[in-house]
C-alpha cells in the first residue's frame, strides 16, 4: 500500500524519460499536464505513489533524467513587487519535488 506521494514538476522535455524510467523500474505514475505560473510555459507534473522506503530511488531517478535549463527573461526578483526591465537569467528545473503523506489509498 503506497504511503507516500509524490509530486514531481518537471520540464516537458523531461517527461519522456522520466516516466520511462520510472515505469521500467516499476513505480505506478500519472502524468499531468501542467503549466508553470511563471513562465506560463508547459511542463509536466508527475505524481507517484510509493512506499515510505522507496521515495529516495525515485528522488533519485527525477533527478537524473530532468536537466536544468537557462532562461532568459524580461525581468524579476522573487518577492520583487515590480518587473525591471533588464532581462534575468534564471534556472529553470531539473525538477521540483514534493513528498506528502498519504492519509488513505483505495482502488475500488
Ligand atoms: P514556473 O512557475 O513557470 O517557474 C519557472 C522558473 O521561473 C522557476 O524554475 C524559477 O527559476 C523561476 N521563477 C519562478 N517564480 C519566480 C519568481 N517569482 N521570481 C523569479 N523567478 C521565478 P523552477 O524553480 O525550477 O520551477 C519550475 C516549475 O516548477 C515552475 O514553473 C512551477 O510550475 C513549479 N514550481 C516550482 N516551485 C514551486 C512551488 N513552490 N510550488 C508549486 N510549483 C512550483
Do not use: H
Not at 518537471?10 to 524510467?21: F, G, I, L, M, Y
Not at 513505480?27 to 499531468?32: A, N
Not at 519535488?97 to 475500488?108: G, P, S
Request: charged letters at 20%; proline letters at 4%; one cysteine or more.
Amino acid at each position: 500500500m503506497p504511503v507516500k506521494m509524490i509530486l514531481a514538476i518537471v520540464s516537458k522535455d523531461d517527461s519522456s524519460a522520466v516516466s520511462s524510467t520510472l515505469t521500467r523500474e516499476g513505480y505506478w505514475v500519472t502524468k499531468l499536464a501542467t503549466t508553470g505560473g511563471f513562465l506560463m510555459a508547459g511542463n509536466t507534473t508527475f505524481l507517484i505513489g510509493t512506499d515510505d522506503d522507496r521515495v529516495n530511488d525515485v528522488i533519485a531517478i527525477v533527478e537524473k533524467q530532468s536537466r536544468k535549463r537557462t532562461q532568459m527573461v524580461p525581468g524579476a526578483a522573487y518577492g520583487a513587487a515590480e518587473y525591471s526591465p533588464c532581462p534575468t537569467e534564471i534556472t529553470v528545473g531539473g525538477a521540483t519535488i514534493f513528498v506528502l503523506d498519504v492519509e488513505r489509498f483505495e482502488k475500488v
